[in-house]
């Protein structure tokens, strides 16, 4: 049950902290609107992901095709990201964001996660098997621990993140805020890029 336990944390911890449009995403919001609405993002995982895992279950039993479906995929996030990484290239000043302004972190986030390949890449390739490995090795306690080890890990390293992105907001002002949003927007548009190679070629296939 250790070594399900250390799979989980190691899985976590590495997609929590690889680069992707979810965490250009939490940057991005914590810079505009503070910690809170960071830390909304980072458990965006916590809402997608099951559907995102009884999705990947029933491609991996019932489509015959997958490329076909993650191309699809990888599409429509393609859109998405284009969109909001336009809106995130025209954010501007902190001083003229109006207050009620609704950050929809939260549901945002989530629509990221579900239209990211990446996810239902991990579970088909990488978090099915392990799954199954714990679940043989050490039953249903084990597979708990492997769960719980990666979601801790997953949205904990992505929330202290937001956190260290709040405390150097302050430092940034005027040009220098300016410059990262638009550096983030930039990000958002390559990772848009990225997917629509991937369904590009998962649809060529």
């Given amino acids: 049950m250790t070594t399900a336990l250390v799979t989980g944390i190691f899985f976590g911890l590495t997609a929590g902290l690889a680069p992707g449009p979810l965490l250009f995403f939490l940057l991005s919001q914590t810079m505009r609107y503070g910690a809170k609405e960071g ?5 965006t995982p916590l809402v997608t992901d099951l559907p995102i895992i009884a999705i990947t279950l029933y ?6 095709d997958i490329d076909i479906a993650m191309g699809f995929i990888s599409l429509a996030g393609a859109i998405f990201l284009v969109r909001l990484a336009w809106e995130t290239t ?6 003229e964001i109006f207050p009620g302004t609704e950050p929809r972190s939260l549901l945002t986030g989530a629509v990221i996660n579900a239209l990211s390949p990446h996810p239902y890449l991990f579970w088909i390739t990488v978090g099915v098997p392990s799954l199954g490995k714990a679940m043989d090795n050490g039953g249903a306690p084990a597979a708990i621990l492997f769960v719980a080890g990666f979601y801790i890990l997953l949205t904990g390293s992505k929330a202290l993140m937001a956190v260290y992105m ?8 005027g040009h220098a805020y300016l410059l990262v949003m638009r550096s983030l927007g930039a990000l958002l548009f390559v990772c848009a890029l990225i997917f629509g190679m991937d369904a590009y070629r998962l649809l060529s296939i």
């Fill in 39 to 43: 830390i909304k993002v980072a458990m």
């Fill in 59 to 64: 491609l991996l039993h019932k489509v015959s």
């Fill in 166 to 173: 709040d405390r150097s907001r302050s430092f940034l002002g």
């Fill in 90 to 95: 025209l954010t501007m000043p902190v001083r």
